[in-house]
């Protein structure tokens, strides 16, 4: 198991941004996983949790203890018509 700590910043696929204070993550199964509060952002939104975990295998995302979510609808189509504007 790898433990990363004291702010750990991770770029998802592109599309979201993640804060962690801290966060473990097994090496052997994909698996990540922490109990501190994290805050997740992309352009259609942002979701702050006190726990986090990614089973891999599964495909399953697990926000959990106080779950706040703001959606941003239409954002993305706003974003795409700017970067066609610009192409």
Do not use: C, H
């Amino acid at each position: 198991t790898l433990l990363l700590k004291d702010g750990i910043r991770l770029d998802w696929s592109g599309d979201y941004d993640a804060e962690f204070s801290s966060v473990q993550i097994d090496l052997k199964t994909g698996k990540v996983r922490t109990s501190d509060p994290l805050v997740v952002r992309s352009t259609q939104g942002d979701i702050s949790a006190g726990k986090f975990s990614y089973d891999q295998d599964n495909g399953v995302v697990r926000f959990t203890n106080g779950i706040k979510m703001t959606l941003r609808p239409g954002a993305a189509k706003m974003v795409a018509k700017d970067t066609e504007t610009t192409e």
